[in-house]
């Protein structure tokens, strides 16, 4: 059993924010498309409808982000991604050891804890099963060269890939 070691690394709240918001729009953009295009529509016949659709941007808009925010990102295991860790790698399970100035213990996530993986450009991403809009996060350039690659050959043979 060979373990991957990672270095020490965190992502900042507005970092998972931004993955959060775009997997959301990812999954409803006909839904935005809609709406979008309906108020540019109406304000070209009334111009009253101008109004509410800048209300819809400029007060809306920002409701339902905080509604996302709330609801998704304030859950007790996004705090996984955000506080500084270290994470190790091995052939069923995902160790997170915590940097000392946080004061938790080690956690064990097994590779059953999760239903999918996804490799941007910039991290890798572990969905929970407990919601596909909550995430582990890992960026990329804490990798070494060669152990992405491993990674996901151990990911790919536990986890789908999305």
């Known amino acids: 059993m060979c373990m991957i070691r990672l270095e020490s690394h965190k992502i900042t709240s507005a970092e998972y924010l931004k993955i ?59 705090r996984l991604s955000i506080l500084p860790k270290s994470v190790v790698i091995d052939d069923s399970a995902i160790t997170i050891e915590p940097a000392d100035e946080v004061r938790l213990s080690q956690l064990v996530l097994p590779f059953t804890d999760f239903s999918r993986y996804r490799i941007t450009d910039k991290y890798l991403l572990l969905t929970f099963s407990q919601s596909k809009y909550l995430f582990f996060v890992v960026p990329l350039t804490v990798f070494k060269p060669g152990q992405l690659s491993l990674v996901e050959q151990r990911l790919s043979a536990a986890i789908k890939a999305y």
Do not use: Q
């Open 20 to 78: 959060l918001y775009g997997h959301i729009v990812e999954d409803y953009w006909f839904l935005i498309a809609l709406v979008a295009l309906t108020m540019i529509v109406m304000s070209a016949v009334d111009i009253r409808w101008l109004i509410v659709t800048l209300m819809c941007v400029f007060v809306v808009v920002p409701m339902i982000m905080s509604y996302l925010y709330i609801w998704h990102a304030m859950k007790p295991l996004v």
